[in-house]
């Protein structure tokens, strides 16, 4: 199982961003995909998730309105879009496969919103 995160990169507050993780070793229409997020000194936090079949997703308050999670199955492949972004969404955004019960991780992509 790989993950392969991109996108990030340094952006002015009121920015947008799209990250993608590009994934493979496993079929990955049949499982839920999630995009975590870790800033320095914090725990690792739940962005958002969407289900195997992409009709059903899944946000935290923090980014609920601000933040659209999408894949594409035939590309193995889930994005996020991340729109006003604030000082505060700085963090090394992961994205995350759990498989058979087994949390699988990328390497992570670096989000700085700063002015």
């Known amino acids: 199982v790989q993950l392969l995160e991109s996108g990030g990169g340094l952006v002015q507050p009121g920015g947008s961003l799209r990250l993608s993780c590009a994934t493979s070793g496993f079929t990955f229409s049949n499982y839920h995909m999630s995009w975590y997020r870790q800033a320095p000194g914090k725990e690792r936090e739940l962005v958002a998730q969407i289900l195997s079949d992409g009709l059903s997703t899944i946000y935290a308050d923090s980014m609920r309105g601000r933040a659209t999670i999408s894949r594409d199955n035939a590309k193995n492949t889930v994005y996020l879009q991340m729109n006003s972004l604030k000082p505060e969404d700085t963090a090394v955004y992961y994205c995350?496969?759990?498989?058979?019960?087994?949390?699988?991780w990328g390497q992570g992509t670096q989000v700085t919103v700063s002015s």
């Open positions: 995350r496969a759990y498989i058979l019960g087994v949390h699988y």
